[in-house]
């Protein structure tokens, strides 16, 4: 017997569907761990305008917010404590690179910093002339200075031990609001203004002013080193771009992505995925608009994007790549933690170390007497060379296909029609029509079921994707059943039904072709000039 195959719909419409990336499936794996769901959504009640993380294991990491900043345990996620020693908003925040400062910059243009752990005032830099809006700590080995910017256009580079500025770094004509430290010397940083310039600066040849200058054409929000030091990022207005320092300061690309402005960006490193050999560093950046943006710069195209229900102020990447954070405008924290990993402490004493362990499960010894023994290797995947023989899926058939199979050609349609499924029903009269059996079958069917069928006639055959066939059936069955007609007061119901569709239908269509008439004429004009 040769084999059959059901009948399958003509006119079904694609699926907008895409299979997901491992990429994206490593970015939707950031999920609230169930014991800590009220801190995401707990809200501090006032705009997140930072959002800092301990290099140090378990990495902490500090939000500030109004007058105060609050620390998280990079391990629980829970709050440790605030503080509100500021006598205005606290602006920026940052680690020192042993983790153990913290300093914090308000809108007095005071510079605060603190002991990170028992959160001791330990010294005030003083000397912006307004708000201090971004302070930052060399990323190496230098524990004695930082670097600050404020609304009073002017970067600072400051000696913390003895709370003197060492330089006033000028150029800037505007508000500077963020900046960087270089990840290769801690001589150099950059800073971004709303006069739309970024600069760079090297504290070894301060008198000589900025050693490279930008223009963003954007008020700028932030910028960041990249990994390798010799690339940065900026984000301004609804645009990011990628400079080359080593070029010369050469623009390598801007990414227009966001519908508003962009106002924080960070760096983020995905795991081995599928198709690359080593760990690859992302740039995320948020906005205003609601939406958090995965950029790959080796490739240059946004890899993942996710949407939040609030405008999105602030973002943070823990340097061991299982916690992202993101602060927003109405005081609420997104806390991200990777699904399918534990911590645990493996450095001993009073320092904590935070170790990434894969959960696997338990397995026993198989033995002979294991009914799982005879079935081992079921879930083994095949390696490249091996001939994958797969076993053939067994075809469901619905009831109108059975009755084809059997060659019941009008119980087949009768049955379709029931189901009211329009896709269905045009494919089975197709099929007839291939067998030539369908005048054959509208012949034979009683009254109840001519009404089914010119029930369906009159619902459909209006309908542009399915007039075609439906149409020219109509007027077939008007000529086979016309005495059946007349004699049935419902089924010249349906008649009268489609004919005044029809009308309508051919008056649309009349309507539309007068008005192409009247517009054609001028676009072609319009196309000249």
């Known amino acids: ?37 009220s801190i995401p959504s707990k809200s501090l009640n006032y705009p997140i305008n930072s959002l800092s993380f301990s290099p140090i294991a378990p ?12 620390s998280f345990s990079g391990q629980t996620l829970e709050p440790k404590f605030t503080v509100s020693a500021f006598s205005d908003a606290a602006a920026s925040a940052s680690f020192r690179c042993d983790g153990k400062l913290l300093a914090v910059g308000d809108l007095t243009g005071t510079v605060h910093v603190f002991d990170a752990k028992s959160r001791i005032h330990l010294r005030r830099l003083k000397g912006h002339a307004a708000a ?36 006033d770094l000028l150029g800037h004509k505007d508000y500077v609001r963020c900046g960087d430290a270089s990840p290769v010397s801690d001589d150099m940083f950059v800073s971004g203004s709303y006069d739309h310039k970024v600069r760079v600066w090297d504290v070894r040849v301060s008198n000589a002013g900025s050693v490279m200058e930008l223009n963003h054409e ?3 929000e932030s910028v960041i080193y990249l990994p390798s030091g010799g690339l940065i990022a900026t984000a301004g207005g609804n645009y990011v771009k990628i400079w080359d320092m080593i070029g010369g300061g050469k623009l390598l ?71 992202r954070v993101i602060g927003t405008t109405r005081g609420t924290l997104y806390i991200g933690r990777r699904k399918g990993k534990v911590e645990s402490d493996h450095l001993g004493g009073d320092q904590l170390g935070l170790g990434v362990v894969e959960d696997e499960p338990q397995r026993s010894v198989l033995r002979p007497s294991y009914f799982r023994y005879f079935h081992r290797g079921q879930n083994m995947k095949p390696s490249e060379g091996d001939y994958l023989i797969k076993r053939p899926k067994k075809v469901k ?14 119980e087949a349609l009768v049955a379709v029609l029931n189901r009211k499924n329009p896709e269905n029903v045009v494919a089975v009269m197709e099929e007839l029509v291939a067998r030539k059996k369908l005048l054959k079958c509208v012949s034979n069917l009683d009254t109840e079921e001519l009404e089914l069928l010119m029930g369906f006639l009159q619902k459909y055959s209006t309908m542009p994707r ?63 000039r």
């Open 59 to 70: 990495h902490d990491f500090v939000a500030t917010h109004s007058a105060s900043f609050t």
């Open 466 to 528: 399915y007039a075609g066939l439906l149409t020219k059936l109509a007027n077939k069955v008007v000529e086979l059943r016309a005495e059946d007609i007349r004699s049935s007061e419902q089924l010249r119901g349906h008649i009268r039904n489609l004919k005044r569709d029809v009308e309508e239908e051919i008056r649309i269509q009349q309507s539309l072709l007068e008005i192409q008439g009247i517009i054609s004429p001028m676009l072609r004009i319009a196309a000249r």
């Open 253 to 323: 690309y801007s990414m227009e992505s966001h519908n508003k402005t962009v106002t924080s960006l960070c760096m983020g490193k995905v795991g081995r995925v599928k198709g690359e050999e080593a760990d690859q560093y992302r740039i995320l950046s948020v906005s205003l608009d609601g939406y958090m943006k995965v950029f790959d710069y080796a490739k240059f195209k946004i890899t993942y994007s996710m949407r939040f229900p609030n405008p999105l102020l602030s973002v943070g990447f823990s340097p061991d790549c299982l916690t």
């Open 218 to 220: 954007k008020p700028v």
């Open 132 to 167: 201090a809006r971004h302070v930052c700590y060399p990323r190496a080995a230098d524990k004695f200075h930082l670097f600050s910017g404020g609304d009073d256009s002017v970067v600072k580079y400051w000696d913390v031990t003895t709370e003197k500025c060492v330089f």
């Open 397 to 410: 058939f619905s009831e109108h296909d059975k009755l084809l199979k059997k060659f019941r050609h009008k």
């Open 1 to 37: 017997m040769a084999e059959t195959f059901p009948v399958k719909p003509k006119l079904r419409s694609t699926s907008s569907k895409t299979t997901p990336t491992p990429e994206s499936k490593y970015w939707k794996s950031f999920k609230i761990p169930k014991d800590i769901e």
